[in-house]
């Protein structure tokens, strides 16, 4: 578990995006409660910001889910810009949105998409999402370690495979596309 005093560090990992596995064809609603877990309650309270590719969403039930889609999670934002890409704002004219399209809703099957956390929702959610794990790109690791060379790590797999922390330096020099699986610590 991260303990609450180096989570801070941890929101530039978190906002720059993580891979989560998630049915292609699915909608937001049911993405983000069914299969990645968050409460349909702090969804539709907490939650007041989301943009997938990023395009405004005003409505999860409508907006599919497809494989490799970016997904982006906020509370309120302040100002001006805050109330414009506030969910069902009254000033949504003032942007575009995410247009539904019946195509995503064909998706079969389990693909990968990047969800991204912003602000309070990190701060609420960031310490389960990497108590139990997420997955980066090894290139994105490399660079991220190599600014916080103060961070150490629990758990490290690299292909399913569990990896002594002192060869993750060597694995991500390697392996600059792979996807690794990181466990703070």
Sequence with gaps: MVEATRLPVFYEILAAGFRVSAPEGENVRAVLTTHIGLAPGYLEMRVQTVFLNGRAVDDFDQTMIRAGDVLALSSAMPGLVGAVFRKESPLSRMRGVAIPDPEAAEGQGIG???LKLFNQVAKDLGQDF???????SAAYLRR?????PELAFKGVR???KELDTRQLPEVLNVAADA?????SG
């Design 179 to 183: 996807r690794v699986r990181i466990q």
């Design 144 to 148: 991220f370690l190599a600014a916080h």
């Design 130 to 136: 990497l108590s139990s794990g997420i997955r980066v």
């Design 112 to 114: 990968e998409m990047t």
């Design 158 to 160: 690299v292909g399913g």
